[in-house]
Nanobody, 118 residues
Framework: QVQLVESGGGLVQPGGSLRLSCAASGRFFSITSMGWYRQAPGKQREFVATIFGGNSTNYADSVKGRFTISRDNAKNTVYLQMNSLKPEDTAVYYC????????????WGQGTQVTVSS
């Protein structure tokens, strides 16, 4: 059974930084891509960033220049470095991964709360 476990959320002041981590565990053949989504209260879940096997990346316009996604393939872990945080970044952040066991399927983590407030 594949699991994604996130860590690193918390409370931070505007302008501050946080680093989220997400580790994939279980038995699988390969990870195609890993990424992050977020969901603020009363809003739909939205895309934040993704990183592919060749380390190419994609970001939502709202986080470009402030957030950096990276990946440690040896640890099956994806990171999201969040700098210059704004109150509007407050949300539950979810890790997402496309993982091949026999076919490629999408998996989600349980979510980690990020609160940006003074």
């Amino acid at each position: 059974q594949v699991q994604l476990v996130e860590s690193g959320g918390g409370l931070v002041q505007p302008g501050g930084s946080l680093r989220l981590s997400c580790a994939a565990s279980g038995r699988f053949f390969s990870i195609t891509s890993m990424g992050w989504y977020r969901q603020a209260p009363g809003k739909q879940r939205e895309f934040v960033a993704t990183i592919f096997g060749g380390n190419s990346t994609n970001y939502a316009d709202s986080v470009k220049g402030r957030f950096t996604i990276s990946r440690d393939n040896a640890k099956n872990t994806v990171y999201l470095q969040m700098n210059s945080l704004k109150p509007e970044d407050t949300a539950v952040y979810y890790c997402n991964a496309y993982i091949r066991i026999t076919t490629v399927q999408t998996y989600w983590g349980q979510g980690t709360q990020v609160t940006v407030s003074s």
